[in-house]
């Protein structure tokens, strides 16, 4: 992984995120307690090639019986505090203040994107990301429920590939993302995918037309 202090030498700011992830670099925190921010450039980069999103015979049956509810952009505030916060999926959490600050703002100007899964009105698991071009860069995900997360996840593949895409970004490759069909690709590669999906112009809503 390799780490970019200070790339752009400006002030942080909605733009500047959108233009770092153009080039292929994200900012994350330490902590959540860490008000610094550091940019990442990972030597191989995690993605879920959309063609070959992974769903095994249980979570086939999850999507086809699951009582749960999933839609898009309701509560940006309530996801990323699900992200946010310590739980038995995870120990800590990389997203401070200044990122909270700051997707929030690029939730306003309609780059950042949630998806949501509800247990009647609770909020049981989802996910958030950018939308840039035909390419969408997952953040983070959480889940209250058995099998939540991989419900939102399965979601946005149907809503990218609904959509135009042809990219979707997971930053790093994990356990968890491996099993739905993560892999890992060379930072030139993944640049070359990149430079190509900002090339097009994906809809995000286009799912919601069908």
Known sequence: MTRKNDP?????????ILRAYRAGIFPMSESAEDADIFWVSPQLRGIIPLDEFRISRSLAKTLRTHRFSVVVDRDFDAVIEG????????????????????????????????????????????????????????????HRRTDASKIATAHLV??????????????????HLASLGAIEIPRALYELRLSAALELEGDFFALDRA
């Open 83 to 142: 992200c946010a916060t310590a739980g038995s999926d995870r120990e800590s959490t990389w997203i401070n203040a200044t990122i909270r600050d700051l997707y929030a703002e690029l939730f306003a100007m309609g780059y950042c994107h949630t998806v949501e899964v509800y247990d009647g009105e609770t909020l049981v698991g989802g996910l958030y990301g950018l939308a840039i071009g035909g390419a969408f860069f997952g953040e983070s995900m959480f």
């Open 8 to 16: 752009f030498d400006l002030e942080l700011t909605p733009d500047l």
């Open 158 to 175: 149907d809503r990218l590939n609904a959509g135009g895409y042809v990219l979707l970004d997971t930053q790093f490759l994990t356990d």
